[in-house]
């Protein structure tokens, strides 16, 4: 099955609520929409459980995104301890409202070699995955995107190790920052060939066009800024032809400036290809 929805309450929304967001998802005939926690975990434990209830209510798949300040890839305890209360504090609330999947960039080299970050970040998943246990925290999946930037942990190939290596944690494949990263290239066919030893019941992704600059090293980028998807980079009507012809479970959240418009649009462009909600 196929859910489409925006990273946050629709800009069309004139309740401005994550309640009220989740129902105008409903009202525009999208079935998905992630809760933004970019900026904090503000949302108290009752909202959430409110939450959950509208969105079961009205058949919308929940995800969260976690704060954007996360670092699992830090030396300073402190800041480290940080991060991770800020992936459980969003899981809880994940848990709450019955969203399946937690979804953060999972931090930076530094002065890190690559092994070195990914020793860096199993390790904190692991201590993650654990503590969420013991907090009763069940079915919520923690979701390491793939990043935008070569300074960022997060290659396709290292998030796909990452989750072989451990139980709990799952790909989020953003399109877009593959694209930017791979200096305007991308393989959607080679992409969900690297998937495939994951055996996923559900994939869960992000897709916007975008704008990105070289990076020092040739065929490499870094994302700039994210853009409707009429600017077709990278081009979606490939990646739906793709999904369709696999049949993958998927949820493709929109980060375009204009959220829910481009959301209906991949739908326009999956019932083109024959896809029936």
Not at 249 to 267: A, F, G, H, W, Y
């Given at each position: 099955?196929?859910?489409?929805?925006?990273?946050?309450?629709?800009?069309?929304?004139?309740?401005?609520?994550?309640?009220?967001?989740?129902?105008?998802v409903?009202?525009?005939?999208?079935n998905?929409?992630?809760?933004?926690?970019?900026?904090?975990?503000?949302?108290g434990?009752?909202?959430?459980?409110?939450?959950?209830?509208?969105?079961?209510?009205?058949?919308?798949?929940?995800?969260v995104?976690?704060?954007?300040?996360?670092?699992?890839?830090?030396?300073?305890?402190?800041?480290?301890?940080?991060?991770?209360?800020?992936?459980?504090?969003?899981?809880?609330?994940?848990?709450?409202?019955?969203a399946?999947?937690?979804?953060?960039?999972?931090?930076y080299?530094?002065?890190?070699?690559?092994?070195?970050?990914?020793?860096?970040?199993?390790?904190?998943?692991?201590?993650?995955?654990?503590?969420?246990?013991?907090?009763?925290?069940?079915?919520?999946?923690?979701?390491?995107?793939?990043?935008?930037?070569?300074?960022?942990?997060?290659?396709?190939?290292?998030?796909?190790?990452?989750?072989?290596?451990?139980?709990?944690c799952?790909?989020?494949?953003?399109?877009?920052?593959?694209?930017?990263?791979?200096?305007?290239?991308?393989?959607?066919?080679?992409?969900?060939?690297?998937?495939?030893?994951?055996?996923?019941?559900?994939?869960?992704?992000?897709?916007?066009?975008?704008?990105?600059?070289?990076?020092?090293?040739?065929?490499?980028?870094?994302?700039?800024?994210?853009?409707?998807?009429?600017?077709?980079?990278?081009?979606?009507?490939?990646?739906?032809?793709?999904?369709?012809?696999?049949?993958?479970?998927?949820?493709?959240?929109?980060?375009?400036?204009?959220l829910?418009?481009?959301?209906?649009?991949?739908?326009?462009?999956?019932?083109?290809?024959?896809?029936?909600?």
């Amino acid at each position: 099955m196929i859910f489409l929805g925006p990273a946050g309450v629709p800009l069309t929304s004139k309740d401005r609520s994550t309640v009220g967001g989740v129902r105008r998802v409903a009202e525009l005939g999208l079935n998905a929409m992630e809760v933004e926690f970019v900026r904090g975990v503000s949302m108290g434990k009752e909202m959430a459980d409110e939450v959950g209830r509208v969105a079961s209510e009205t058949g919308v798949r929940l995800s969260v995104h976690c704060p954007y300040f996360i670092n699992l890839c830090t030396g300073d305890e402190k800041k480290l301890e940080a991060s991770k209360v800020r992936i459980l504090d969003s899981a809880e609330r994940a848990s709450r409202m019955g969203a399946g999947i937690v979804v953060f960039h999972p931090g930076y080299y530094g002065s890190l070699t690559p092994e070195e970050a990914f020793r860096a970040v199993e390790e904190a998943s692991r201590d993650i995955l654990g503590r969420m246990r013991s907090m009763g925290i069940k079915n919520v999946a923690l979701g390491h995107e793939t990043t935008g930037k070569v300074s960022a942990f997060g290659t396709l190939d290292e998030i796909i190790r990452l989750c072989e290596k451990v139980r709990g944690c799952e790909p989020v494949v953003d399109f877009a920052h593959i694209w930017a990263r791979q200096a305007g290239r991308i393989n959607y066919r080679g992409i969900f060939k690297k998937l495939a030893p994951l055996r996923l019941k559900h994939l869960h992704c992000h897709f916007t066009s975008m704008e990105w600059t070289p990076a020092r090293r040739e065929g490499e980028g870094n994302e700039k800024r994210h853009l409707p998807i009429e600017f077709d980079s990278p081009p979606f009507r490939p990646l739906a032809e793709e999904i369709v012809k696999r049949r993958i479970n998927i949820t493709l959240i929109s980060e375009s400036p204009v959220l829910e418009q481009d959301s209906l649009r991949m739908k326009e462009i999956f019932q083109e290809l024959g896809y029936r909600f």
